[in-house]
Structure formats: C-alpha cells, structure tokens
C-alpha cells in the first residue's frame, strides 16, 4: 500500500467503533518507519479534533485500519470541551 492510499483511510478501534480517519503519517527519515499516525476525528460537519497514534498501536491494514487499543468516548469528550474553552474569551476593562 502506498502512503497516499493509506491517508484518508478509515479507523477502527479494537472494538470495531470508528475513530475517525488517517490525516497524516509521520516516519523516520533514516529508516522509513512509520513512527506515527494522526487521525482526524469528526464530530460534525465544523468541528474537528486530530488525535496522534503510535504506529506500534497499529493491528491490521486493510479495508480499514484497526487498531490494537481502545480510543475511549472520554478523550473526545475532553477535545470538545477544550474546544469550547478556548472558544471563550475574557474581557477586563478598566476605568484610568
């Protein structure tokens, strides 16, 4: 497989739930290993999160790209609300 057929692909976690999709491949230059996957994570049609894997979490490629490990709810919970903070800005305005 090419590394331009690989990125887009989808991702499963071990528990076959979608994770998102491979946005970039990180690799060491020397070798040619892939070190690190990116994955994009969608949650609506605005709003996007990346998520880094090691390439060592990697089970299968094929079809789909399934993973040997869990990507828990909990961690794009705690994307959104970052999200959402950084949404929010404070403003203090002081009289001279």
Known sequence: MKIK?????????KNAYEVGKVSNVDFDVDTGKIENITLTLQKNIFSRDELEISFDDVATIGAYVILSKEIPKEAEAEAEEAEEEAKTVEVTIEDE
């Open 5 to 13: 057929e690989f990125l887009g692909s989808t991702v499963l976690d």
